[in-house]
């Protein structure tokens, strides 16, 4: 496959890249790089080019007026010359759009064959890419990177701009065949909040990180910060962002100087791009420098705070290291953050983190368990957190060692893998329609499916070989969470997907997978989920899960001392709230309506299907699977399951595998559907 990934705007060259050099040179040209030399690196991918505009401006760089720069045998950027040689920042790019795209129309046409995909990053490249799929026919996927919406709910009075903006991201969604995101926020909450947007093309794909170098050399950091620092050896508090305002950083500088504790025992390094001096660079640029100063000088940090001019991504690199030598602390106080790269690197460097709780950070924090989040309004909790980390030596361990260990599947290639799975459905011809399944499987996915690869994918061979099985997932996630492990584990393509605890029911119609309506509307009766909240709210050891784990039909906690189910399910009895409370993994709790769950949905689906309940298999491992296992008459539970179903076990409808994950499952279907077999043989002998 050839693909291009497009982008206009910052200075895109090979590394090294001048981060922060303009406003637009930021954290996507990482991301690029990292993404095509991670596709450049396979055998299916024939060529990675990245395409974006020429210009000529010496003090950005000489490379920016070449027409190609070859990174690798497979790998170039070219650039494409609209006409106007200058540099452009993002208000006079669009006025130069049309042309750009004209002239990268014109430069495809004439090629002998054309590439089969484009990957636009933001919304500008996805403008010109539709306009290139209308001329030459090349299909597109969508990266945002930021998006508007988000922002529009923290302006104090609507601006034009940014509603063209919103407008123009909408175009973006509703024209690309994919949309990829890098967090469950981005994807579930920012994304899906778009008119245009459609769950099936949604992508989560989580971004690598650079691993070169973690650890080791920290000698040019410490020549970075020596200069600013009385003693470089004491915990540094480090932060990585453009200087920009929603980055939050002077709030940060604030919460350093009012805590004696931080200004005591630790220095802060903040690396905010790259400036020739404080009046250089955009009007917002300067405001945000200007605050530093400030505050710096405001509260008398001389001697505590570095914050250099410019800085080479070895440096970087040195500073993660020297961060977690002095067992230090990274900080992101983003007032909202669309993914948090940074974070990532932070993990695996093991400097623990303190995060903004708007946003992607959420997600990587719950992921990575390294570090704790706040509210990034709050000087005092953005301080006291940080004080926790560099005081509390139990607790940086853990996170130290939890973002090492944790971080370690996020790689490059672990994303280019999951882009070229997204690449061949979105450029293959469209399937024919499957026939009625004769049979069905509804499997949960975690810990039934996944856990280990041999067993998945002999999984995978059995459903291709056995086409009157039909295979639909039921698992507590989340429709996004549970396609991108679907993808992961390159488990064969669903039916149907019952998510969230089976409160939703997902089914491709017409080539869209859409939410069944009409299973909503069923259970939606006697849902309360705001008197279930208040009833709950002051039992000490419930505590919420993640905001997206919360669902339109599915509120979900985590409880912290065993009873708790009972006592929620008596909560709930007294205060006359009709609901069911489900039980997973001696932790999670989920509260969902009285109507809805697994089982019901199970025979929805087989409903649906039109398939009669004897000819439908069931496999779990959780107390979320306990309904559906008690329901099925042809019920598999794993080797592995969970003590809370163990009992389960002894009801004749029930086979135990003796293996474990997807080798469970499949051990089951053959011994159920031997079995089911048999009673068939055996009751028409019977009736004959
Ligand atoms: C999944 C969901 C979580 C739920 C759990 C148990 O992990 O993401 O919200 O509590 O399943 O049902
Ligand atoms: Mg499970």
Known sequence: MHIVSLALGGCLKGEPVRYGITEDTGGHITYILGEMEALA???DVEMAEVITRRFDDPRLGAIHAEAEEWLGPKLVIRRIDSGNRRYLAKEALSADRAAFTEALIAELGQRERLPDLIHAHFADAADVARKVEDALGIPFIYTAHSLGMDKRMAMPAPSAALEGRIAEENRAIAGARAIIGSSRDECERQLAAYPSARIGKIHRLIPGIDRSAAGGEISSAIELVSPFLREPMKPVVLAIARPVHKKNLVRLVEAFGKSPTLREQCNLVVLAGLRDDLQSGEAEQQDVLRGLVDAIDRHDLYGKVAYPKSHTRQQVKELYTLAARTRGVFVNPALTEPYGLTLVEAAAHGVPVVATKIGGPQDIVGELEHGLLVDPGSESEIAEAIERLVTDRRLWETCSHNGQANSREVNWDAYAGGFMAIARQVTAPATALRPRPAHLLVSDLDNTLTGCDRGALRIGQFFQRQAQFGFVIATGRSIVEARRLVRDWKLPDPRAWITSVGTEIYVERGGDLVLDTDYADGIGYEWHPTAIDDALDDLPDLIPQ??????PFKRSYFAN?????????????SHGIPARVVFSHDRLLDVLPPMAGKAAAMGHVARMFDVPVEQVFAAGDSGNDEDMLTACQNAIMVGNHAAEIAALARRP????????????TLEGILAQHRAQRLRERRDTRISA
């Open 546 to 551: 993640a905001s997206y784990e919360q669902r």
């Open 653 to 664: 409808n029930v086979y135990l595998a003796r293996r474990s994950h997807a080798a469970g």
């Open 41 to 43: 690196r396979r055998g």
């Open 561 to 573: 001392s065993p009873g708790m189910a009972a006592q929620v399910e008596d909560r709930l009895r």
